[in-house]
């Protein structure tokens, strides 16, 4: 079975400092992985996702995030954080094709982002 | 963007009645479409996945006879929890997720049930 550990639960930042949000999958078969924001009283937003390919994937609203194989990990990070990227960020796994996969979305428990003037 | 509406975005119902949430995919075919649920600062919880024309397929320890789902054509699915109870006070997020696996699955914006 496939989890995911989002390690913070809450981040604080300052504005336009950069920040880190970590995440750690556990799979014993290949998986796709993503990230996804939520606002107050919102669904979720994709923000990007990892299927295959370069380890480094760019998102919307300037946040980037690195799969790790060897370390089974998929940080989300952006340089500089405005006081509109306060929101709930979760990480999700999914099965990769060849598995039958990307039908269901484990999330992670998710991190509070929260960016202070 | 392809986009998922649930309505209502806010219900507020007595302990005992039914109600029923809706997801729309408004601009594409969902052949599957995903229910989760979400209690407040906590994550999101798969309850079931439906393929159109077909029964959904329950999460362990999702009461399949309490939350009704219904797929019943490519752009609806319906949610209905019956005889409700506070405990399911929650946040309801749909997902749906056009043609194939390995499509990009795309999300509602949630539906806040309050039960009294």
């Known amino acids: 079975a496939q989890s995911v550990t989002q390690l913070d639960s809450q981040v604080p930042v300052f504005e336009e400092a950069p920040v880190e949000l970590r995440c750690n999958y556990s799979s014993s078969v290949s998986v796709y992985l993503f990230w996804y924001v939520q606002y107050p009283n919102q669904g979720l937003q994709l923000l990007l996702k990892y299927l295959s390919g370069s380890t480094l994937v760019k998102g919307i609203n300037g946040f980037e995030a690195e799969f790790n194989k060897s370390q089974t990990s998929f940080h989300l990070r952006k340089p500089s954080v405005h006081i509109s990227d306060t929101a709930e960020y979760f990480c999700?796994?999914?099965?990769?094709?060849?598995?039958?996969?990307?039908?269901?979305?484990?999330f992670g428990a998710g991190t509070r982002l929260a960016v202070h003037p | 963007g392809a986009v998922v509406s649930q309505h209502p975005s806010w219900v507020i119902c007595k302990s005992g009645t039914s109600v029923k949430i809706e997801c729309r995919s408004l601009d594409f075919q969902a052949t599957t479409m995903f229910w989760y649920r979400q209690f407040p600062k906590q994550s999101l919880m798969l309850m079931a996945t439906s393929n159109e024309g077909s029964k959904a397929t329950y999460e362990q320890g999702v009461e399949k006879d309490k939350f009704l789902i219904n797929h019943a054509s490519l752009t609806l699915s319906t949610l209905t929890v019956t005889s409700a109870h506070p405990e399911d006070s929650s946040f309801y997020i749909c997902?749906?997720?056009?043609?194939?696996?390995?499509?990009?699955?795309?999300f509602g914006e949630g539906s806040w049930l309050t039960v009294v």
């Open positions: 997902s749906a997720r056009p043609g194939q696996a390995g499509n990009t699955i795309y």
């Open positions: 999700a796994v999914s099965l990769s094709i060849s598995f039958g996969g990307y039908n269901k979305l484990i």
